[in-house]
């Protein structure tokens, strides 16, 4: 178990559960709406308010570790991933709801972040791009298997029945983590000052610009994935599942290729990959409105 193939796969495992907590309520949505008795749009407030936490408490939380074991400061975090997950599960009402997922949100930044820390800690040099890529895929494998997974579970049984599922896998997750991870390593004492210091320097504004930009014409777009497939491009309920693996399977490649490009001179391509992703986004646009295209 403390081979580097196993510990690798630990990692992206969890950022597999982290995905699948986190994308959850796209494959939900319509059915958390008809539910609580609330729209889709107040609904869809549950991946703003989630994005809004998980951006502003990463770097808080990742100061307050101070000079804690990143072993513990792990385990933890994923004790209330957890929690979370069970209080949404079985959350009575929206407000409860909103309430667990604002707890989710808080600690799946840090949770990520430290497992970035283990792949770095683990992998030789010459294996650390190709890790961290294969982390962040994760979560594209969240989106592969995880989201139409749960879309299926809540439109065949119910929806709490997805968040049970993704406890379970998380508390596997955990018991793997437990065996397999050092135990040694100390997070270094970092100041909330001296990260917020950080944001001084224009390279930091113009990398965190370039994915917010990016992801944010994502995620408008795959948060309300299922009702632009159903409502506006007519697409049956019992094909959604399989839009949701195609739309994951390329996210997959995508990150495989950016572990690629990362090692081969990868900040000379950006130019070319955000030029070709401007380019989709303006498709997009355009795209439902072809003569033809309500013919499937």
Not at 16 to 43: M, P, R, W, Y
Not at 168 to 183: E, G, N, Q, R
Not at 185 to 201: E, F, G, H, T, Y
């Amino acid at each position: 178990m403390r081979s580097f193939n196993f510990r690798a796969t630990v990692l992206i495992l969890i950022a597999f559960v982290l995905g699948c907590s986190e994308f959850i309520v796209v494959g939900i949505l319509n059915d958390l709406a008809h539910q609580f008795d609330k729209s889709v749009t107040s609904v869809g407030y549950l991946v703003t308010i989630f994005a809004f936490v998980y951006a502003f408490s990463t770097p808080i939380l990742t100061a307050l570790i101070g000079k804690f074991r990143y072993f513990w400061s792990l385990f933890w975090f994923m004790i209330i991933f957890i929690l979370s997950n069970l209080m949404s599960l079985f959350a009575p009402s929206y407000d409860w709801l909103l309430v667990s997922r604002i707890i989710t949100g808080l600690v799946s930044g840090i949770i990520i972040s430290l497992a970035l820390t283990f792949a770095n800690l683990i992998a030789p040099l010459e294996k650390s791009a190709w890790l961290v890529s294969w982390v962040f895929s994760g979560f594209s494998i969240a989106s592969v298997f995880g989201v139409p997974l749960s879309t299926w579970i809540s439109t065949t049984f119910n929806w709490r029945i997805s968040f049970a599922v993704i406890t379970v896998i998380s508390i596997i997750t955990l018991i793997l983590f437990t065996l397999s991870m050092p135990k040694s390593p100390i997070a270094k004492s970092s100041k909330l000052l001296a990260q917020i210091s950080l944001v001084r320097d224009s390279r930091v504004w113009l990398g965190s610009l370039l994915v917010m930009l990016s992801t944010s014409g994502i995620y408008v777009f795959y948060t309300y994935l299922r009702s632009i497939l159903i409502t506006e491009l007519g697409f049956s309920t019992s094909s959604l599942s399989i839009l949701l693996f195609v739309f994951g399977l390329m996210s997959i490649i995508s990150n495989q290729a950016s572990g690629y490009l990362a090692e081969n001179n990868g900040l000379l391509r950006i130019p070319f990959v955000y030029f070709s992703q401007v380019v989709l986004f303006i498709l997009m646009i355009f795209l439902p409105h072809i003569n033809g295209w309500d013919s499937y």
